[in-house]
Structures are given as C-alpha cells and as structure tokens.
C-alpha cells in the first residue's frame, strides 16, 4: 500500500477491483507505525465515507493505519448492494485480500458493528481484534427493542440538525453535535454520492434480519475469540443499553467501555478520548 499519510478531510478516494466490482476507500496513517496492521472501518446504515467523524479517524491515524471502507453499491463503489450482514462481511474480506492484507483489525460502527462480529467470526486467520461501537448482538429472546422514533427519523430523505442529535448524541449536547458537523464540513472536494434509496430499503432489511434474531449471529458469539473492544452511550436510543451487555457478557474475550450522558455515536462526541482507548486497546498484547 506505501505511505499513506494524509488527513481525513483531505486524503484521496482510492479503489480497488475485486472481479467486476470496484470498491471505494480511503486511507491514512503514519507512514512507518510501530504496528504494521490496518484497522478497517466498516460504516454504518446510510454512511458513506464522507460520514466518517475526521476528528476521530484523524485522532486514531495519527499511530494506526486507518482504512475507511465503502460496500458495494454504496458512494462511488460499484457492484450491488448486499442483502445480508455475511454478505458484507465477505465483500470486506475480500476487498481486504484485494489489498494484499493478511492481517486486519475491524472497527464497526452500528450496523458496521453487525458487520464486525460476523467477518470476526467467519474469518479468524484474518481478523485480529475487534472495535464495535453503537451495536449488540443479533437478536435474542433478552432483547430490548429500539425507541419507537428511530428509524422513522434515520429514514429521513434529509438529517437535519436536531435529527442528527437525536439519533447520533443525547439531549443537551448540541455543541458536540455542531461540533461534529463543522468537522464533517471541512472535506470540501472529492465528496461521494448519498446512499440511493434502493440501497436504504435493502440495509433496513438486513438489520432488521440481524435484530430481530433471523440469522444465527448470536448463536455464534461464542465463536468470536478475538480480542473485543465494545463502546457505547447509555442513552442510546438504537441500542438499549440492555443488549450492549448482553454483548458483552456473551463474549469470550471483551472490554466494554461506556460513556455517560452518550447516545448511539460516542466516538462522535468524545473522538480524540475514543481514539485514545482505542489506541490503548490495540497496542495491548
């Protein structure tokens, strides 16, 4: 991959071809780090990698090689759009190894989160350890169910202020949303394309799938040996915090970190402090 310094609301799009599909990404990092293993990011429901918080990328790219990662159908990456989390989860492997990369850390947020576990689980020789933030497990009899609101406002056609602080921080924190969007706002060139709505409709169905218990992921947590590094709020509306421990505790080898008066973005509101743990878990034997 060579150098691949830069800042994240500067670097480049880059693509990758694995057979007829065309992949977009970004990376960035220190040029020599001490630990040669990229961290992939694997986005959430309606992201795009123009979505990723560039304070926290920048902040965790300082010592790490930061891989931002967008599946087939979505942005500029080409392909179609995948119906299932096993789905994604091999679409990342394989763009992985499209890298020539042996050896990755994965750190999903949200529905990236679901994503996580699974390429953890199906794909242990290549994931080394795990961040999720803003997801559980799949579904299971223990479940709390989401607030009745969410998904009507995360289907808004258009985020507006307060539905970005609604869904992403907790009541009382506009300044650490404003925040958030001015740093979003400082990426001024070479910007991708809204997630399309066929594209919406399928990933509303594949995490309803997972949630609601239709695939066998929570069944395989025990699987999932890698070392794992959970975060999330309390108060997040998506995510009952419930299910984060029921996460936790149904993990071999698990971390959960919690951050008070949060909701279902903590790196976003907290993104050098998230960073900096994540860094700690990382470079932790």
């Not at 990662?69 to 990342?92: H, L, M, W, Y």
């Amino acid at each position: 991959m060579g150098s691949i310094a830069g800042r994240a609301a500067t670097t480049p799009t880059n693509y990758v071809e694995v057979g007829n599909v065309r992949y977009a990404y970004r990376a960035l990092g220190p040029a020599d780090p001490v630990d040669k293993t990229p961290v992939l990011f694997l986005q959430r429901f309606r992201g795009t990698l123009d979505d990723w918080d560039p304070g926290f990328v920048d902040a965790l790219a300082k010592t790490r090689h930061v891989i931002l990662f967008s599946d087939q159908e979505i942005g500029t990456s080409t392909g179609t759009a995948s119906k299932s989390v096993d789905e994604k989860a091999r679409n990342a492997a394989d763009f992985a190894r499209a890298l020539c990369l042996s050896a990755i850390d994965v750190l999903g947020f949200s529905m990236g989160g679901f994503i996580a576990q699974a390429i953890a689980i199906n794909e242990p020789a290549l994931v080394r350890k795990v961040i999720i933030i803003g997801a559980a497990g799949g579904g299971n009899p223990e479940a709390a169910p989401p607030t009745d609101i969410d998904f009507e406002i995360a289907l808004h056609p258009e985020y507006t202020f307060e539905d970005v602080r609604y869904l992403f921080f907790t009541a009382g924190r506009g300044e650490e949303t404003q925040a958030y969007l001015d740093r979003c706002a400082t990426r001024t060139s070479d910007q991708e394309p809204p997630v399309t709505p066929g594209v919406i409709g399928k990933s509303v169905a594949l995490i309803g799938d997972f949630i609601n218990g239709k695939t066998s992921h929570f069944k395989k947590l025990k699987d999932l040996h890698q070392p794992t590094l959970i975060v999330s709020g309390d108060k997040d509306p998506f995510i009952p915090f419930k299910n984060i421990r029921t996460l936790f505790r149904e993990l071999p080898n698990a971390q959960l970190l919690t951050y008070p008066n949060s909701g279902h973005g903590p790196h976003q509101q907290h993104p050098d402090e998230v960073a900096e743990k994540i860094e700690y878990f990382l470079s932790r034997s």
